[in-house]
C-alpha cells in the first residue's frame, strides 16, 4: 500500500520521495512532525493528504532507516 501513496521520479522534486499526485516530499512531512506540528496541522495545510499518506510517509522512512547504513552524527550543541 505504501509504495503507491510514496513515488519517486526524477522529474518532480529531483526524485525526492514524494506524496503521489503531490510535491509534497516524506522529508517536508518528517521535518514538519519533528517541529512539532501534529497530524491535523498538516492536513489542515495541505488538504491534499490524508492521514494515510502521512503514515505511508512516516513507514516508508521507518524501511530507508532499516538500511545496514552508518550515519554519522554531529555531537548537538549544548
Given amino acids: 500500500m505504501t509504495a ?4 519517486s521520479d ?4 529531483m526524485g525526492k520521495p514524494v506524496v503521489a499526485g503531490t510535491r509534497i516530499s ?3 512531512l518528517l521535518e ?3 517541529a512539532g506540528e501534529s497530524v491535523a496541522q498538516i492536513l489542515e495545510a ?7 499518506s502521512i503514515r ?3 513507514a516508508f522512512a521507518a524501511r530507508a ?3 545496514d547504513v ?9
Wanted: zero cysteines; proline letters at 14%.
Fill in 4 to 7: 503507491a501513496i510514496i513515488t
Fill in 10 to 13: 526524477p522529474r518532480i522534486m
Fill in 26 to 28: 516524506v522529508e517536508l
Fill in 32 to 34: 514538519k512532525l519533528a
Fill in 46 to 52: 495541505h488538504p491534499q493528504l490524508t492521514e494515510a
Fill in 56 to 58: 505511508a510517509a512516516l
Fill in 65 to 67: 532507516l532499516r538500511a
Fill in 70 to 78: 552508518v550515519y554519522p552524527l554531529e555531537p548537538s550543541p549544548t
